[in-house]
């Protein structure tokens, strides 16, 4: 076997699997924790073995002073691990370690004597512990923080569990990504990370897999579990664990809105659920805010479970910045208050390539990029909000952005990024891909953005489109039409595509107000007046599986309980998309719950 190439640098890390000629420093890859403008000069590099050399040398001299000084940054793996951005030959691994344990509840602190969070004094009475997982109207406001201080860990990955490979890693955060290459195409690998100088010390185990090669033959389908809209506070993440038990997909898309970022209450209370986001008592807006706020989602069972099991792919909304967010500014952020919105959404930026396992790639923070899948289909994935949506509707300006909304000159994902989704979809088409996906969040406001987008699919007759869609907290299944040509809603002639809404993993229907017979009438009424809409269901939280096999893609949509932590769901509507058709299969749909177009 090749000899492992193990270098660390002082503020990011390099890392590949061997090659049968040997390892080259030009294979290496960036850590990939958000780098920063420094990754460009490995000169600036250091050995990691001399660096664990030296720890093990210092933490002998104090075993053997009289100095109560002995080091004992040993890292804790306290948020699991987990994989994101496979190619056929690369993928992120990811974890967090630092020296300590994150006390997630603002009624504990850390103790340095057992290595755990303890209830704080002034939270038990009477020899009764009070920390029951939240805060209380009565609560003190304490500074809970997110330890900064690095330890140096290794990586090890293998087709099985016993873990021959492994190189040390090390980053100027705890939190720690590393771009492996060299691996098989079509591969399932088991992965985790230990201490090098202590290997008692050890991550959880997490298993993640491969690509097929982009222009190889992909006989069986491809599984795909979809997510968005997260909401701690509002409901448990039941939606990540049941595709994690039942382990069916291959992979895991999210679509956005990981995060929130309000104050507990702001936007739903976990008091009395245990699920208080932090910090608590205001909205994030600082880096340590945000990166607070990951460690209190990525603190979730049925979250990690999601991360160990399956490698993600994941692109941004609003929430993980600010609500109703776009290039500029955000319905959520006050200047006066809260600074400016530009240190605001790089702070939030910066703490997202720390926490999600994620493929930088380059150092603006851009997230647009595709995948993939041997010749069945292209995962493109997009931003929607960040870098180049123009003015969006903040609340105060609906009318405004409504009389704008038909400008030629507007765009939603901007013109770069247009240009760049236009063509990947050509050179899909061109190199025999069959399916084609795209994320996208909803098109009002942006009409002329949308056309350019139809005209593209259109003129090249680009096929078996289909768009993957959240946000909006309901479900809703829908042809897409060219709004410049006719359309038949009985056949679904002139459609030259599908998009999938799916609804939420615990933020509220934007008919909860309206109770469950409110929401349910609200569907019916969308799917009567809207000629598009094939099916809608606006009550119910969950998720949906889309297998894509050469004949046809099937979208399986789920409704669950997020009142208590649980494995019960219902399949709540299926659909089939016929290669070549462009529409939704008529005569195939199969829904319990929601309205169905009678056709």
């Given at each position: 076997m090749a000899k492992l190439l193990a270098i660390a640098f002082l503020l990011f890390a390099l890392c590949v699997l061997p090659r049968e000629s040997g390892a080259s420093v030009?294979?290496?890859?960036?850590?990939?924790?958000?780098?920063?403008?420094?990754?460009?000069?490995?000169?600036?590099?250091?050995?990691?073995?001399?660096?664990?050399?030296?720890?093990?040398?210092?933490?002998?001299?104090?075993?053997?002073?009289?100095?109560?000084?002995?080091?004992?940054?040993?890292?804790?793996?306290?948020?699991?691990?987990?994989?994101g951005d496979p190619t056929s030959t690369s993928v992120i691994l990811w974890t967090r370690a630092a020296p300590r344990l994150v006390c997630i509840s603002a009624n504990e602190?850390?103790?340095?004597?057992?290595?755990?969070?303890?209830?704080?004094?002034?939270?038990?009475?009477?020899?009764?512990?009070?920390?029951?997982?939240?805060?209380?109207?009565?609560?003190?406001?304490?500074?809970?923080?997110?330890?900064?201080?690095?330890?140096?860990?290794?990586?090890?990955?293998?087709?099985?569990?016993?873990?021959?490979?492994?190189?040390?890693?090390?980053?100027s955060t705890p939190t720690h990504a590393v771009d492996v290459q060299n691996l098989k195409p079509d591969r399932i690998y088991f992965y985790r990370f230990v201490a090098p100088y202590n290997r008692d010390i050890v991550s959880s185990i997490g298993r993640t897999r491969t690509l097929p090669e982009p222009n190889k033959k992909v006989t069986r389908p491809w599984r795909l579990a979809v997510y968005s809209c997260a909401n701690l506070p509002q409901g448990y993440f039941n939606a990540y664990g049941n595709t994690a038990r039942k382990d069916n997909v291959d992979i895991v898309v999210h679509l956005g809105d990981y995060i929130y970022e309000h104050r507990n209450a702001g936007y739903g209370s976990g008091t009395s659920l245990g699920r208080v986001p932090q910090p608590w008592d205001r909205d994030i807006v600082e880096l340590e805010d945000y990166r607070l706020r990951y460690a209190s989602y990525c603190h979730d069972f049925d979250l990690r479970l999601s991360h160990e099991t399956f490698p993600w792919v994941a692109t941004w909304d609003d929430h993980e910045v600010t609500d109703n967010s776009w290039k500029n500014g955000?319905?959520?952020?006050?200047?006066?208050?809260?600074?400016?919105?530009?240190?605001?959404?790089?702070?939030?930026?910066?703490?997202?390539?720390?926490?999600?396992?994620?493929?930088?790639?380059?150092?603006?923070?851009?997230?647009?990029?595709?995948?993939?899948?041997?010749?069945?289909?292209?995962?493109?994935?997009?931003?929607t909000r960040h870098w180049g949506r123009d003015l969006t509707d903040i609340y105060s300006n609906t009318a405004l952005v409504g009389n704008m909304s038909t400008w030629t000159n507007r765009t939603m994902e901007g013109f770069d990024q247009e240009w760049w989704i236009k063509d990947t979809l050509s050179d899909s088409k061109q190199r025999?891909?069959?399916?084609?996906?795209?994320?996208?969040?909803?098109?009002?406001?942006?009409?002329?953005?949308?056309?350019?987008?139809?005209n593209r699919i259109k003129d090249e007759k680009i096929e078996n489109v289909v768009i993957l869609s959240g946000d909006i907290h309901s479900n809703w299944v829908l042809d897409i039409r060219d709004t410049e040509g006719s359309y038949d809603p009985?056949?679904?002639?002139?459609?030259?595509?599908?998009?999938?809404?799916?609804?939420?993993?615990?933020?509220?229907?934007?008919f909860a107000s309206k109770g469950q017979n409110g929401a349910e009438l609200s569907a019916k009424i969308m799917v009567n007046q809207t000629a598009l809409l094939q099916w809608s269901e606006a009550w119910y939280l969950g998720y949906f599986v889309l297998t894509v096999s050469t004949d046809a893609v099937f979208a399986d949509y789920f409704a669950l309980n997020i009142s208590t932590r649980n494995n019960n769901e219902i399949k709540s509507a299926s659909f089939e998309v016929m290669a070549g058709a462009n529409r939704l299969t008529r005569g195939y749909t199969k829904s319990i719950l929601g309205t169905q177009k009678l056709l």
């Open positions: 030009a294979l290496l890859k960036t850590n990939v924790a958000f780098s920063p403008a420094m990754a460009a000069f490995p000169r600036f590099g250091h050995d990691i073995a001399q660096i664990a050399r030296r720890r093990l040398e210092r933490r002998s001299a104090a075993e053997n002073s009289s100095n109560d000084t002995l080091d004992t940054a040993l890292p804790v793996f306290q948020f699991g691990v987990a994989s602190v850390y103790s340095a004597e057992t290595r755990t969070c303890k209830c704080a004094p002034s939270f038990t009475r009477n020899n009764v512990s009070l920390c029951v997982g939240g805060t209380g109207p009565d609560s003190p406001v304490r500074n809970i923080t997110v330890d900064s201080e690095w330890v140096l860990v290794q990586w090890e990955i293998s087709e099985d569990r016993s873990f021959g490979l492994g190189v040390c890693l090390f980053s955000a319905a959520n952020h006050n200047s006066t208050l809260q600074g400016p919105y530009s240190v605001r959404k790089m702070n939030a930026i910066k703490a997202y390539f720390e926490w999600i396992p994620i493929r930088q790639l380059d150092l603006s923070g851009k997230v647009g990029r595709s995948f993939s899948i041997g010749n069945l289909f292209d995962l493109i994935m997009i931003d025999g891909s069959k399916w084609r996906g795209d994320n996208f969040d909803a098109w009002n406001g942006y009409v002329a953005s949308r056309q350019r987008l139809i009985t056949t679904g002639d002139g459609s030259y595509g599908v998009e999938f809404v799916g609804s939420a993993v615990s933020s509220p229907s934007p």
